[in-house]
């Protein structure tokens, strides 16, 4: 983090070995505090597996799935049992399957990956070149514009959105599938992708591009800029080969706070387009009382978001030598 | 679910100069066409929210299965919805709702953010470590997920809605404020105070809290935009406030229902959010180029 | 090979405008979807939607709603819902109760196969009863069904008895529901519940579809199992697609993705109507809509509050908005689907506010105090009413409490996700007054819905006791005369509707939506059309 503490060169690595031990424990940290409120808020809530919750079951049925599925310790020491098979690497059996757990995340995390890596990717490139339009063009309409419109993205609900788009290309159109993720050809990928990836993009774009054209701002405002640009050169390449390069380094950095609020906006459009990954599985998880799974899915969507944070932080130490990741 | 709008203060920090004053921010906020356009539709909008039921007495929980999804009638000047109720009394209801969930949700925010940035920043040492590791590590949780499971389970009172949209999206203004206090902490006239052997919660509240107040208005204003739309997406995931309490969420999760026969009871709630969640999003903005003049290059 | 697909087409186009010319006048009576009867097609595939992943063993306690409609044509049972509904030959050809009727026989098919080649014998009926259902540490999805059967005796290869303690009439109908016979050589030794290789990636089965290939909230392919003993299924493929949200189900109906589901809600109906390639079918159900206002809550306990609940609330008027038409006003639970024992010549009570404020006046409900809620001893009649997250259970839950503020009761309305419905109201007895339904076999039987011993923890969610309608329903499960049954279910039915254990509302009509080239679909319920989905085919 940006703020963290700053050493000398010398012993670059040790310092390196350090800051990596102690980032993973801080790590294992928020890993635990994260388990321990997901699984109490879980346990303490009125209701139980699905499973138990069949409105026709009696109470003696209810009572033999409970003890099948080990219900019947106290929270405490379920947790415990929990946290002691994790620390071995093992996430347990899904409540409602009986698959391991690990298994039903590895069958939905590549579709969630797919969706959030593609929309990061999109959000960045086309978010950079309109922030950069948009600061090139400071205070004229183009920059107006980007601006309005980002603004707009962020405050349609994008559930919303998605239903419209649905109604608009699938069916009164006719262009794109409404839901699933399209069959083995690149095309149909393409077709299946195309509103998910919009829809989820609304939520990051903007930011990218605002927060490009702020930093290219104050880029252009520092003093090298205006020395470049008082030798003669050319503006628009001052522009793309200083100023650029120099303002893209703090983008790097907003990368980390996108991720987590990707996934987050994963659960909806997921939902909406009946595309199958890990936000739709914690969904219909919590609402079917699959505590494993549940926990499962939470654990490893926060060690996803510390590991990719730290590989931005990483990335943004290299690029940026006033910042230490370390 | 942390705050996008209010990344935008990361890198600019609002840098407020203390003597700002009040007349010169208001010059400035009229001349943003966007911003004061905003304004004054919040301010008509509120109007006819929270003054309008008092003219317009229909009842908005009166059910009529007889006269139900009517278009414009004499009677019901917006139509009625699917169980036959008044679509204007329940928007003005529903969007009262809405907008005290907005504040709501923004009050926490404030509360819980500026108090974990303000006595990070003031105090340093362990308190500071304590809590800006607390935040980051809070900002580093896939939230969205926790919020799922706590409304999954703690049921989805008001109440609920709010503290849980509070609960996830304190962290940006904590770090901004942290910042400001930071950087307030080492200015003269808070040395001096401390000199003067004032304690230090007299110090934090007398001198370091006023600086910050302009940058706590733009994520407050920034802060009541994304609370309303969280609670139109948690609504449509059947988590949001319950009916027959109407919020704008949950007629638009509602009218979702009918968008193959009758699209315009969506459209409403939809354009009412979308309308005003952009007004709040043009003032915070509006409001952060006016209290810094820096921000947007001296617009 | 040309040749002979436009001689058959020829031949098939002149039967059908012989049979045009011919019966005109029955034309009505042969709304049988193109007709069983047509030719049919092979070849060709088609999409259902599901909402979750499923999981393929009848019994397994995750089997919900989405698993039912796969494992329907997976797996078969001894015996299906035949066209009419009643009871007929699935894997038991013939059946037959004794004397005292606590012994049913069931002679077996001969010559089914399993779908990995084993022959499917008595040993697997046995296995299914005696080592699943009737093991209670397994706590089998449906087993509260089997309360009365004691095991399955195997008598030879082809022939089982049940054993029952006390005669059961409904037998027949029960095993026709949700009672899929599972494989012995496939789930026995080890717990069968986590056998994850059967259960969630290759069930074997002796339905008429196979497993091809699942992919967890995609899709569950099958393909046609030749060798089905109802004979070789026309359609090559079925894909159940998991499709969570609703509007986009009926998103790709229009765009020709689905070819046939239940449509949750009504809304769309016009849109779908619209629409040339798929038409709406609307079909009975075995389902009723129900209030239960607690028997432990005294105030509920005179039956006069009860009428007088009947009477404030418009049901008509729900049916006619909310269903769209698609249902009937109630007067009991066995629903008109069953034609052979449904009356409506009982108690009726319709919507008269007068008559629902005289009703609780009589009951010491009066509005003594002029607020507009009526009181009894100074205490306002004050209700929550529990409800939960569910298709339209909470506009219909807001229309109710309209009603009943309309004739001076004090209603909260107390949404509740599903799971935590279920602890509070139906684990823990803890409501006041809550709305549901139930759905049940095709039998007149509903002793576990009503019976004394069933209220607290069973399915009598009322609580409601009463010796009278206990007796009445005993007898009728004892009855194994047609004639007799009916008789004993019409005083039942009298009395029900007199005593109101549970508010009746309506039974409420499915709707399907279909492919309009899907023929061969009988118009029953979509449960019970899927167990003739061999007999489906595309018209194209």
């Given amino acids: 983090m940006k703020h963290s503490l700053s050493f000398s060169t010398i012993g670059e690595m040790t310092i390196m070995g350090q800051f990596l031990v102690k980032r993973f424990f801080q790590s294992l940290v928020l890993i635990l505090i994260v388990s321990i409120i997901t699984f109490f808020i879980m346990n303490l809530a009125p209701g139980g597996p699905s499973s138990m919750m069949r409105m026709d079951a009696t109470a003696e049925e209810r009572a033999a799935i409970a003890e099948q ?18 620390l071995g690497g093992d996430l347990g059996t899904s409540l409602s399957s009986g698959q391991p757990v690990i298994e039903r995340i590895m069958e939905r995390f590549p579709y969630t990956f797919q969706l959030t890596a593609i929309t990061l990717i999109i959000s960045v490139v086309v978010g950079v070149i309109l922030g950069v339009i948009s600061a090139m063009n400071r205070n004229k309409w183009q920059d107006n514009l980007i601006n309005f419109g980002s603004v707009v993205g962020l405050s349609v609900p994008s559930f919303w959105m998605a239903i419209m788009f649905i109604l608009l290309f699938s069916v009164e159109l006719q262009w794109l599938p409404s839901s699933g993720v399209g069959d083995s050809s690149l095309v149909d990928k393409a077709k299946s992708m195309a509103m998910p990836v919009i829809i989820l993009a609304t939520s990051t774009l903007p930011t990218i591009v605002r927060f490009t054209r702020s930093s290219m701002l104050e880029v252009i405002n520092q003093n090298f800029i205006r020395t470049a640009r008082s030798k003669g050169a050319r503006e628009k390449t001052v522009v793309y080969f200083h100023a650029l390069k120099n303002a893209l380094i703090p983008v790097v950095s907003i990368i980390g706070v996108l991720i987590p609020r990707l996934l987050g906006g994963a659960v909806i459009v997921e939902t909406v387009f009946g595309w199958p990954g890990m936000g739709r599985l914690i969904v219909e998880a919590s609402q079917g009382r699959d505590y494993n799974l549940v926990m499962g899915v939470t654990v490893f969507v926060t060690v996803l978001v510390i590991v990719s944070n730290f590989i931005v932080d990483i990335i943004y130490s290299k690029l940026d030598p006033r910042v230490k990741a370390y | 679910m942390s705050n996008p709008a209010a990344n935008n203060t990361d890198l600019n920090q609002v840098r407020v100069s203390a003597n700002i004053k009040k007349s010169t921010a208001w010059t400035r906020l009229k001349k943003n066409k966007a911003a004061f356009s905003a304004l004054i539709f919040l301010v008509l909008i509120h109007l006819l929210i929270f003054v309008g039921p008092f003219i317009w007495t229909v009842n908005p929980d009166a059910t009529n299965p007889a ?68 935040t980051e590590a809070m900002l580093s949780i896939p939230n969205f997920f926790l919020a799922l499971v706590a409304l999954t389970v703690f049921g989805k009172s008001p109440l609920m809605v709010v503290l849980v949209i509070a609960f996830t999206s304190w962290m940006e203004i904590a770090r901004v404020v942290y910042g400001e206090t930071l950087k307030w902490k080492e200015s003269e006239f808070v040395e001096a105070s401390e000199a003067l052997g004032s304690s230090s919660v007299r110090t934090l509240y007398k001198h370091i809290f006023p600086q910050i107040i302009p940058s706590i208005i733009v994520s407050s204003t920034l802060g009541i935009a994304w609370a309303i739309l969280t609670e139109s997406a948690i609504s449509y995931l059947g988590l949001g406030i319950q009916p027959p309490t109407a919020t704008w969420g ?10 193959w026969t009758t699209p315009m009871l969506g459209v409403l709630p939809g354009v009412a959010i979308a309308l005003v969640v952009l007004a709040y999003n043009f003032l915070g903005d509006g409001l952060r180029d006016a209290l810094d003049p820096k921000h947007r290059g001296g617009k | 090979m040309k040749k002979l697909w436009q001689i058959s087409i020829l031949f098939i186009v002149s039967v059908l405008v012989l049979a045009a010319c011919g019966s005109a006048q029955s034309d009505e009576g042969g709304g049988e979807s193109g007709g069983a009867e047509g030719e049919a097609v092979k070849g060709g595939e088609i999409a259902i939607p599901i909402a979750a992943d499923p999981t393929f063993n009848t019994w397994h306690p995750n089997a919900y709603a989405e698993s039912n409609v796969v494992n329907r044509i997976i797996f078969t049972g001894l015996t299906k819902p035949g066209k009419d509904l009643s009871p007929s030959p699935a894997l038991a050809e013939e059946w037959s109760a004794s004397e005292d009727g606590n012994v049913w026989t069931f002679k077996l098919r001969q010559g089914v196969k399993w779908h990995d080649g084993e022959d499917f014998t008595a040993d697997d009926v046995a296995f299914t009863f005696n080592d699943l259902v009737l093991d209670e540490s397994l706590g089998s999805n449906g087993a509260s069904n089997y309360k009365s059967l004691e095991e399955v005796v195997v008598v030879d290869d082809h022939t ?18 949700n ?28 339905g008429p579809y196979k497993m091809d290939t699942y992919t967890s909230g995609q899709s569950v392919s099958l393909v046609k199992n030749e060798d089905f003993y109802e004979g070789e299924p026309n359609l090559d493929k079925v894909t159940y697609k998991i499709v969570p949200d609703s509007n986009t189900q009926i998103a790709q109906a229009i765009s020709n993705e689905l070819d046939i589901f239940v449509m949750e809600d009504k809304s769309a109906i016009e849109r779908i109507e619209s629409s040339n390639d798929l038409e709406v079918v609307a079909a009975d159900i075995t389902r009723y809509f129900w209030i239960a206002l607690n028997q432990e809550d005294e105030r509920f306990t005179d039956a006069k509050v009860r009428q007088a609940f009947t009477h404030a609330i418009d049901r008509q008027a729900i049916v006619d908005s909310v269903l769209q038409g698609y249902g009937k006003v109630a007067h009991g639970p066995i629903t008109p689907d069953q034609q052979a024992f449904y009356t409506d010549e009982v108690q009726q009570y319709p919507y008269d506010v007068e008559m629902a404020k005289q009703l609780l006046s009589e009951a010491g409900w009066e509005d003594s105090d002029g607020d507009g809620v009526v009181d009894k001893d100074g205490e306002p009649f004050k209700i929550v009413f529990d409800i939960a ?14 009603y009943l503020i309309e004739v001076g009761i004090d209603v909260e ?3 509740l996700e599903w799971n935590a419905m279920i602890q509070k109201n139906i684990i823990e007895r803890d409501y006041e007054m809550m709305l549901n339904w139930w759905s049940y076999p095709t039998d007149p039987d509903v002793y576990a819905q009503y019976g004394s011993e069933n209220a607290g923890t069973g399915n009598n969610i009322p609580g409601y006791q009463d010796a009278k309608l206990d007796e009445l329903l005993q007898q009728g499960q004892a009855t194994s005369d047609p004639e007799e049954r009916a008789e004993v279910y019409r005083e039942a039915q009298e009395y029900m509707a007199e005593t109101l254990p549970y508010i009746y509302l309506w039974y409420p009509q499915e709707l399907q939506l279909r492919n309009a080239n899907l023929k061969g679909v009988p118009d029953t319920y979509f449960g019970s059309t899927l167990h003739y989905i061999y007999e489906w085919y595309l018209d194209e």
Avoid: C
């Fill in chain 3, 413 to 415: 309305l107390n949404v």
């Fill in chain 2, 67 to 134: 006269g139900m999804l009517q278009g414009i009638t004499a009677s019901h000047p917006l139509g009625t919805d699917d169980l036959g109720r008044d679509v204007l009394a329940r928007m003005m209801k529903g969007g009262q709702i809405t907008l005290l969930v907005g504040f709501g949700a923004m009050f926490f925010t404030v509360l819980i953010g500026g108090l974990v940035g303000m006595l990070a920043g003031y105090y340093g040492k362990w308190v500071d470590i304590i809590l800006m590791r607390f």
């Fill in chain 2, 250 to 259: 949950n007629m638009l999760q509602n009218a979702q229902q009918y968008i």
């Fill in chain 3, 179 to 206: 009672s899929e016979i599972m494989p012995e050589h496939q789930l026995s030794g080890g717990d069968p519940w986590d056998n994850v290789e059967f259960n969630k990636k290759n069930p074997v089965g002796t």
């Fill in chain 1, 69 to 86: 599925l080990g219900l019947n310790e106290p929270v405490i020491v379920r947790y415990k049992d929990w946290l002691l098979s994790a």
């Fill in chain 3, 389 to 402: 997250i569910q298709g339209d259970l909470e506009r219909i839950a807001q229309l109710v409490q309209q």
């Fill in chain 3, 160 to 177: 089982v008895e049940f054993h029952l303690e006390r005669p059961w009439a409904a037998l027949p109908a029960y095993l026709a529901f």
